[in-house]
């Protein structure tokens, strides 16, 4: 019976995403609660990995089914439902990040990679610790050490990481959520890879150039 109760507190599990669109702006309270249900685990999961608390991707997972509920009529159907939501949660988390009180601003281009005018690196030896890397990314501390190197990136650089390297979206989809063209996301992405490996080389005893 608690299956049957299960499957029936979904009716609208199996229609597909233009009709329950459709619904939700009509106002059914049955479709609303299926995207709920259906959607709440990623959301939660995209605003944990770009405000880093529990407490914080609840609320911004709150208010962005607030802003669903409110908003669907302006939801044109020009990108996929899905997209629109990752908008949602980035601009709820992103407005969160610039609101904390700003630390020390950590400058990205110490962290990057240094070339002379021949295009050969600045700093010499360069120590190849991708070995190192990949044998300690097991270790929790190595872990614990790329979350704070994520936290340090500027909001939309975060952003486009988490969305690209954590949600796996495409380069266009992640362009789509955050207002970005698909030449800026990848400058992005590649600049806050480059930071990150910057960080771990420091934490594990290496230049990071």
């Known amino acids: 019976m608690a299956g049957e109760r299960g499957t029936a507190e979904l009716p609208c599990a199996d229609v597909p995403e233009q009709d329950l669109v459709q619904r939700l702006q009509?106002?059914?309270?049955?479709a609303f609660d299926t995207v709920f249900r259906q959607y709440f685990p990623k959301v939660y999961r995209q605003a944990f990995h770009l405000v880093g608390t529990a407490a914080e991707a609840e609320e911004v997972a709150q208010e962005v089914f607030l802003t669903v509920y409110e908003k669907i009529h302006t939801f044109r159907g020009a990108s996929a439902l899905t997209t629109w939501l990752y908008r949602l949660t980035t601009n709820a988390a992103l407005s969160r990040l610039r609101r904390r009180t700003r630390?020390?601003?950590?400058?990205?281009?110490?962290?990057?990679?240094?070339?002379r005018e021949d295009g050969h690196h600045l700093v010499r030896p360069v120590v190849d610790w991708s070995?190192?890397?990949?044998?300690?990314?097991?270790?929790?501390?190595?872990?614990?050490l790329l979350r704070q190197a994520i936290e340090l990136l500027p909001p939309l650089d975060k952003a486009v990481l988490v969305l690209s390297d954590f949600e796996e979206l495409s380069n266009r989809d992640i362009g789509d959520?955050?207002?970005?063209?698909?030449?800026?996301?990848?400058?992005?992405?590649?600049?806050a890879r480059l930071f990150l490996r910057g960080q771990l080389a420091v934490a594990?005893?290496?230049s990071p150039t």
């Open 131 to 144: 070995a190192d890397l990949e044998q300690n990314l097991a270790d929790a501390q190595i872990q614990h």
């Open 26 to 30: 009509a106002g059914d309270a049955e």
């Open 204 to 206: 594990l005893g290496h």
């Open 177 to 191: 959520a955050l207002g970005l063209t698909v030449p800026a996301v990848k400058a992005r992405l590649h600049r």
């Open 103 to 115: 630390r020390k601003e950590i400058a990205l281009d110490d962290y990057l990679p240094q070339f």
